[in-house]
């Protein structure tokens, strides 16, 4: 029986943790797709070309954004980020599950493309003086861009109740057992595609 794929969406300020999840999570829930978004924001310290991003400039974001080339995209701190759609694509067909990094804006498109296959999950810190206090340890951002994210967080927090789940990352430990438990249940979600092809084969057809 061919493997169904399937989405899960994590979404939540930066800083919170998501990626860390993603990464500790890797191990635990078997064989997924990282769908690598494209950015024109600069490359922080110790990020990779391809890796973490693509990394590109305006102009051939709003070209690819003419030739349909995403399945969502958005402005986010004043610069553009987008999933590309043919990969995401090809590892659907792969019965993969596909998770996106993406933000509140990208998370309400993607459900409407895409919503019968998808989970989503929102991770943030306890508190917003909790995440303030991380950006600033972060050491990765100056003051205005962080003073940026602030400003984002406190308008992405309204946006929970859209969200499948919510993990508050306080104990990392128990923050990444619920994230394991989440991306586990995204891969048993099947679309309408699926559901009709299963019920296909268990007839026997
Ligand atoms: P950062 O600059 O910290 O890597 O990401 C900033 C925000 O952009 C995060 O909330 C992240 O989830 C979001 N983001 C990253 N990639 C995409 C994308 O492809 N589409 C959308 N809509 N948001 C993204």
Redesign the pocket.
Known sequence: MHEFGAILI??????AG??SLIKAAKEQIGDFYF?I???T?EP?EG?REGV??FFTDQESFEADIKAGE?L???Q??G?Y????LKPVRKALEEGKLVI????????A??RERMGDLITSVFVTTPTLAELEHRLRSRGTDGDDIIKK?IQ?ALV?IEYISAYDFLIVNDDFERALDSFIAVAKAARLKKGRKQALAFINHWRGA
């Open positions: 994590v979404s939540g300020p930066s800083g998501k990626s769908s978004s494209t950015t924001r922080r990020e973490d991003y995403f969502e995209y958005a986010v701190h610069n980020y987008g999933t590309s996106f990094d993406i933000d509140v804006q990208g998370h498109i993607a994210r984002n992405e």
